[in-house]
């Protein structure tokens, strides 16, 4: 027999009992849709992870004053003579792996504008370069210059969200800003940047640090923050190295000991990554386990129909069909419902996907379509050889008695 015929007899034997050979596509069905599914709500998951990462800066590593936050642990005592200067800045600036350092003073105030107000603000006070290091864009305007840190002039970048609550639909360029109770004028607007999921990014204002400094957090020859942006992602861990150093002989300690928290985005991406990887794989596991049932059930289903068709085997096999003939006819039919049935189930998957769950909008990973279309159609060939084998190991005799 051809394979052409055992493919006919396959069609024919899965339609014979149409609700029994559905509900058997039906469990490959859902097992197929729940890996694709399943591994695109992790790979969204983890895109979307990368996103607020990226948001945070590109190549940068920031140094805090205080606290511990991620990156590098240090094990020393936190001093309150610790200081990041002028000097410091300079002294890094001057690595050959550092694009860029920006000094940082912020704080939160209240911004208003003619009788409107945003409810508290986040005003930060740093350089030039800040805007770059951070990600931001300008939509409108311009940024301020070195000159106008140097200066210490009053001028200001506002984020969106600041704009639509000061000044709706108008333009704020030119006009003047209350930040508490010091007046800034407005020189650019940011481009939306969106939310790392903690902080509105553009809920901010970001001016000369020296002129945030006089009018809200106070002269102070310290920053609370330093924001370094490297040359590349490759160098960000000998930057790091290079920063710790110079602010351990800066105050007077051993890096080991150093007073200050340091966060490597580097770093943190690769945590997240590794993270959200061990989490797409435990959720393609409870997928694959689905897929397993539904295995089970086409062996089942199967077992139910060599049992059906005892009568049909024997009289196949006395008028001289081989034992490789039966085998081929139930394993046809076995591959056939969960070939049906993976193609059903990566069509859900990747109509299921396009919605949003739980806040991640899934990305489908090619990979998955190909694995979980693949791994149906081996259920078929594994969960069905067991059948197919019995049937075609039944003697003639014993067959032809089956009633």
Do not use: C, H
Request: charged residues 10%; proline residues 2%; neutral net charge.
């Amino acid at each position: 027999m051809t394979w052409r015929d055992n493919l006919r007899i396959a069609i024919a034997g899965a339609t014979s009992n149409k609700l029994r050979s559905m509900l058997t596509i039906l469990g490959v069905l859902i097992g197929v849709g729940a890996v694709i599914i399943l591994v695109a709500v992790g790979t969204g998951s983890s895109a979307q992870v990368q996103a607020n990462i990226d948001r945070l800066g590109t190549n940068t590593l920031t140094v805090f004053s205080t606290g511990r936050f991620g990156g590098r642990s240090t094990t020393g005592t936190q001093s309150s003579f610790a200081t990041m200067t002028v000097g410091d800045v300079q002294q890094i600036e001057r690595q050959p792996y550092v694009q860029s350092v920006s000094p940082v003073s912020s704080t939160s105030v209240t911004a208003a504008y003619n009788g409107a107000s945003d409810s508290s603000a986040t005003v930060t006070g740093s350089t030039p370069s800040y805007l770059s290091a951070s990600s931001y864009s300008l939509e409108a305007g311009s940024s301020f210059t070195s000159s106008q840190v140097t200066n210490r002039e009053r001028v200001a970048v506002i984020g969106q969200t600041v704009v639509s609550d000061l000044f709706g639909t108008s333009n704020p360029i030119g006009r003047t800003i209350q930040l508490g109770s010091a007046s800034f004028e407005v020189v650019g607007v940011l481009a939306t940047k969106g939310s790392t999921g903690i902080q509105d990014q553009d809920n901010v204002v970001i001016a000369p640090y020296t002129a945030v400094q006089d009018e809200l957090t106070g002269e102070s020859s310290s920053f609370s923050e330093l924001l370094i942006q490297g040359k590349s992602s490759s160098t960000l861990n000998t930057v790091e190295s290079e920063v710790e150093t110079i602010l351990a002989a800066a105050n007077n300690t051993t890096v080991a000991n150093l007073p200050f928290s340091v966060l490597n985005e580097a770093s943190l991406l690769s945590t997240a990554e590794s993270t959200s990887s061990t989490f797409t794989v435990l959720l393609a596991a409870v997928a694959g386990i689905s897929l397993l049932v539904g295995g089970i059930g086409v062996m089942n289903i199967m077992l139910v129909t060599v049992t059906e068709r005892t009568r049909e085997i024997g009289i196949r096999k006395a008028i001289g069909a081989r034992k490789s003939v039966i085998l081929a006819q139930f394993l046809y039919e076995a591959v056939f419902l969960s070939l049906i049935g993976g193609l059903a189930g990566v069509a859900i998957g990747v109509v299921g996907s396009q919605f949003r769950i739980d806040g991640v909008q899934p990305v489908i990973a090619p990979y998955s379509i190909v694995l979980a279309l693949g791994v149906s159609i081996a259920v078929g060939v594994f969960f069905g050889f067991y059948p197919a084998n019995r049937a075609a190991s039944l003697r003639p005799i014993d067959a032809l008695r089956y009633e």
